[in-house]
């Protein structure tokens, strides 16, 4: 699959909307991908996470032992993933403001890879190797289905995307004038 392809899908589902969007991140843009309009269509997710999970078998060499993906955008996509590499898919949640593996226990030295839905800047991936590193285990990539940077984020380990659509994003306080004229939207879920 490439990226035309998951930008169809998406398009497919109506899930990518124009406006002026607050990103998880806190930047702004102008396009917000609205992914739960994709994972409400199980096929359209499956054909997603099954190119990913390719995707990830062709470039990260070795043994997964587990996907791991942060609640709550990571959840369907990591899932679908773990299906489709054969390995148990586990995720962290937010306690006290900090991403912890509160439901399940994995051994020290497990190879995991991060599976999150959209990548910006990269944060919840980051967020998400401290705590498996904490407690032991060794992230040995990440994947996403759209890399919104086209490949410029740092997560502190290879990052497998599906798509690089470069969209653009900005701080509130540098919008374009035309960006700035739209009251904004903030559909994401970080911080509810």
């Not at 990226?3 to 398009?11: A, D, K, N, Q």
């Not at 269509?41 to 995707?55: I, P, V």
């Not at 051994?107 to 910006?120: K, L, M, Q």
């Not at 995307?161 to 939207?185: F, G, K, T, W």
Request: a neutral charge; charged letters at 25%.
């Amino acid at each position: 699959m490439d990226t035309s392809e998951v930008i169809g899908v998406f398009r497919e589902a109506g899930a990518v909307l124009e406006g002026h969007f607050i990103l998880s991140s806190g930047l702004r843009s102008p396009i917000f991908l609205q992914k739960a309009r994709v994972f409400m269509h199980a096929d359209k997710t499956e054909r997603l996470c099954r190119a990913l999970a390719e995707r990830i078998r062709a470039k990260v060499p070795g043994r997964i032992d587990y996907v791991v993906g942060p609640a709550i955008g990571g959840l369907i996509p990591a899932y679908e993933t773990s299906r489709h590499l054969g390995v148990p898919a586990i995720w962290v949640e937010r306690e006290g403001g900090e991403f912890r593996l509160r439901r399940f226990e994995i051994e020290s030295g497990a190879r995991v890879v991060i599976v999150e839905d959209i990548v910006t800047t990269g944060l919840s991936i980051r967020e998400t190797i401290v705590c498996l590193r904490d407690i032991g285990a060794e992230v040995v990539a990440a994947a996403c289905i759209i890399d919104r940077s086209a490949g410029r984020t740092d997560v502190g380990v290879p990052l497998v995307a599906l798509a690089e659509y470069e969209v653009p994003a900005y701080p509130a306080d540098r919008l374009p004038p035309e960006l700035a004229s739209i009251p904004p939207v903030k559909p994401g879920s970080r911080n509810l």
